[in-house]
């Protein structure tokens, strides 16, 4: 075995994202399994460049994980050959005058979504990272859960027969700030700082319709501010004015409709932070992060309408659990090794800057649908 070590420099590894799914549950859980075994005698060591705005942050994160390098400054070590990936989990403002950089320097790059603030800049990075002849990967975790996975085994074995419609639901309440701190960076609040729960959501929403059912073909979304007013994490009060709430309706290729509501401003009724429930001719399920479940027609019960009595079916235990079936690991680190497997081992990789720029379009017309009240087509898009 020949052990290859992969210099990645992981931009953004002090937040919420880059620190606990990319770092420790993605990079440091491959280290903890002895690498990734590319399967013809190559064991790929992925050696992490934590690259950040605040030294002491840094320095405590590479005592916390025993890590040797770290910078301050992303100029010096995209300049740096032995650096072979970028990688960028910092707010969504910052990231595409990152990953342009990365880019021009010859680095692959993965990265969190949204990859950019615009269509128009989403899709010049994945035009010069054509050109440049990198390789690139964004991420689109819901896809690598075992939920969304046990529903794509049902899609993919017919189970459905024609497939009518899609409800999700997503979200949680996110504490204001004031007499319990929030769960949510402030940004996320200020439009102004890449924040809002559109750009946020619908590029999951995006590739999870994509890839299960059918291509978006038209969006109409209300988004809102349901809580005005918040506080930030020095507890200073400020006002939110990005949306913190979107109701969107989705039309999809294929004739199915999808219509999935997001919001951190309600409290769960229900088993997880997202369930979808899908229904077809042929039998209904309803997925969420882990679980999924199912319903045949052969087993669907006849309700008949009546309010006057209380009902005679516990309808939530008409459902029958999928099975796993086999082991699930992390999603974000099922993600990274198909992209370090994509670069260092030719393996195919579709979840590109491109598809990245579709997570990207639908967000911008789905706050275009809002603003101007109406349904509006989402074009395919190309390079
Ligand atoms: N894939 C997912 O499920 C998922 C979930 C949440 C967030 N995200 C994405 O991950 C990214 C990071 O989100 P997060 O929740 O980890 O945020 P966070 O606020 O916890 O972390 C942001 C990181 O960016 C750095 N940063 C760089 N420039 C900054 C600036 N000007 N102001 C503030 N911080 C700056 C911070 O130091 C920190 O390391 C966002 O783009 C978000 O859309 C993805």
Known sequence: MTRKTVRIAMNGVTGRMGHHQHLVRSILAIRRQGGLDLGDGTVLWPEPVLVGRRAHALDALARQYDLEHRSTDLDTVLADPAVEIYF??????????????????????????????????????????????????????????????????????????????????????????????????????????????????????????????GRVRSVQALATTHVPQRWDERGKPYAVTADDAAYGIFELEGGAIAQINSSWAVRVGRDELVEFQVDGTEGSAVAG????????????????????????????????????????DNGFKAQWELFLRHVYADAPYHWDLLAGARGVQLAELGLRSSAEGRRIDVPEIAL
Request: aromatic residues 10%.
């Open 88 to 213: 960028d989990a910092q707010v969504t403002s910052a990231r595409e005058e990152a990953l342009r950089k990365a880019i021009a320097a010859g680095k692959h790059v993965y990265t969190e979504k949204p990859t950019a603030t615009g269509l128009a800049g989403a899709l010049e990075l994945a035009r010069l990272a054509q050109e440049k002849g990198i390789r690139h990967g964004v991420v689109q975790d819901k896809l690598f859960l075992p939920g969304l996975l046990k529903l794509k085994r049902l899609v993919d074995g017919g189970f459905f027969g024609r497939i009518l419609s899609v409800r999700g639901e997503f979200g949680y309440w996110v504490f204001e700030g004031d007499w319990q701190p929030a769960q949510r960076p402030s940004w996320n609040y200020r439009a102004e700082d890449g924040g809002g729960i559109v750009v946020d959501m619908f590029p999951h929403w995006e590739y999870v319709l994509h890839e299960l059912i």
């Open 289 to 328: 992060l882990r679980g999924c479940r199912v319903q045949h027609r052969s087993a669907t019960p006849k309700p008949v309408w009546n309010p006057d009595l209380p009902a005679t079916e516990a309808f939530r235990e008409q459902w029958q659990e999928v099975p796993d079936n086999t082991e699930f």
